[in-house]
């Protein structure tokens, strides 16, 4: 590679340009107080586990693989259960839950709510399937679920969506809006 050579003029134009200079002594840097970055806060962990009431007091019956699911919060009107039966809430997220265990859809349910509710969604779409491969024909998932969704203090209705979403082996769920949204 060929040494270029440069005008007089462009050094005076450069040394124009660049200014004063000064040789650095150190070219280690010290970090005063109003340098220092600031520090993040550390995520919080969040239990989910926590937002599961205590176990339900009254008996909840087991539910068969073609049988519906229903459930109202005490205080709501009826209307409301007409409505998400209907579909005529807007879905804002789903998930979906069958082949799984029991122990990780219980997790990913959880996690699952937690997010929908800080994120403001209103009605989720969930699938559990119809425990078709269950032994004894006997729904595990469903009725898990079942129960998992009344302890939860976040639910305030759910029920078995139309054919077209899933019909007995899915549920639309109603939830509480996160004090953040609420004017």
Known sequence: MAKKTI????????RLTIGKVRTVK?????????NKPKPYPK??????????SAPIEFDVEKVGLEDSL???APGLQHSVL??????????????????LNSTDAKRQLLHFLHDCVEDGCRCI??????????ADNHPVLKNHLNIWL??????????STPPKDG???????????STKYVD
């Open 125 to 134: 779409h969930i699938v559990h399937g119809k425990g078709y491969r269950s």
């Open 7 to 14: 005008t007089p003029e462009d050094r005076n134009l450069f």
């Open 167 to 177: 019909g007995t082996g899915a549920v639309f769920v109603l939830l509480q809006l």
């Open 43 to 52: 995520a919080q962990t969040v239990n989910v586990e926590e937002h599961l």
């Open 70 to 72: 229903s459930f109202m």
């Open 150 to 159: 009344r302890q939860h203090k976040d639910v305030q209705a759910f029920c």
């Open 82 to 99: 007409k409505k998400l039966r209907k579909g005529q809430f807007g879905l804002d997220a789903q998930i979906d839950l069958h082949g």
């Open 26 to 34: 150190s070219d280690k840097v010290s970090l005063t107080a109003a």
